[in-house]
Every structure is written in structure tokens, then in C-alpha cells.
């Protein structure tokens, strides 16, 4: 009985995280709709630093940075703070400030889920969807 329990929740979960839009416009992630712009802020990023809650980017809490394909954790100074993953030629690695160095976690293409921000540079794509929508690292 309590695999069936499981298994139910397991589908009601991918259901769930499929129903779920995100989109990217003028440096502000937001959740809720696919139409860029609209929808709940949780967060912003401007001059490699990811901010928590406000949709003027460059306010807010600072989650993390990126600097030269590293990704910190809690300075609003690129290239400062703990080292938490890198990304290099289209691959993320955890565990390491040497880019492509680390354990493969994946591509950053698995962690670009998020409507419009394709043009943004791989490292902040993967660091927006850390610090705003799901911990990876």
C-alpha cells in the first residue's frame, strides 16, 4: 500500500512541476505565466548578480554572482563569495571554482526551462534557476 502512495505522489509531482511557467524580461525572473513580463517576481539580476524578490533589477536580497563561468553564493561583488559550480561548453560541473572542473551535473540546456532568457550568458541562466526556482548544487 504505501508504494502505491509513492508512485501516486511521484506523478502528481511531475504533473505539478510541468504546469508551472516561467519567464524572463528586462533582468526580472518571473513565475506564472508564459507571457514575458507578467506573473509573480522572484528575482532580477543586473551586473552578474542574482537579487531575490524585487523587479527592479539591482534591488533586493543578493542570493549569489557569476564571474567568468564560476558561480558564488551570497555576495553582490561578481566573483566574491563560496564557489558553488561552473559552467563550461555547455556543461554544468559542481564543487569547483576551476570552470570545467568538478562533478558533470549536466547541460545548461536542462536548466533553461524559463521563457526568454536564452540570450543571457549560460553561467547566469544556470545560477538564476539555482538561487530562484530549484537548488541544483
Same mark, same amino acid.
Given at each position: 500500500m504505501e508504494q502505491v502512495d509513492v508512485i501516486l505522489l511521484m506523478c502528481f509531482g511531475d504533473y505539478f512541476m510541468a504546469t508551472i511557467n516561467y519567464n524572463f524580461k528586462d533582468g526580472c525572473l518571473r513565475e506564472g505565466s508564459s507571457t514575458p513580463g507578467c506573473g509573480k517576481v522572484l528575482g532580477n539580476v543586473k551586473a552578474d548578480c542574482i537579487r531575490e524578490g524585487s523587479s527592479t533589477p539591482g534591488c533586493g536580497k543578493t542570493l549569489g554572482n557569476t564571474k567568468m563561468g564560476v558561480i558564488y553564493e551570497g555576495s553582490s561583488t561578481p566573483g566574491c563569495g563560496k564557489a558553488l559550480g561552473n /559552467? $563550461?561548453?555547455? !556543461? /554544468?560541473?559542481?564543487? %569547483? %571554482?576551476?570552470?570545467?572542473?568538478?562533478? $558533470? =551535473?549536466? $547541460? /545548461?540546456?536542462? !536548466?533553461?526551462?524559463? +521563457?526568454? =532568457?536564452?540570450?543571457? +550568458?549560460?553561467?547566469?541562466i544556470v545560477a538564476m534557476h539555482h538561487f530562484l526556482i530549484k537548488k541544483i548544487f
Open positions: /559552467v $563550461k561548453n555547455g !556543461f /554544468v560541473y559542481a564543487g %569547483s %571554482s576551476t570552470p570545467g572542473c568538478g562533478r $558533470k =551535473i549536466g $547541460k /545548461v540546456s536542462d !536548466f533553461t526551462v524559463v +521563457k526568454g =532568457i536564452e540570450r543571457e +550568458k549560460d553561467e547566469t
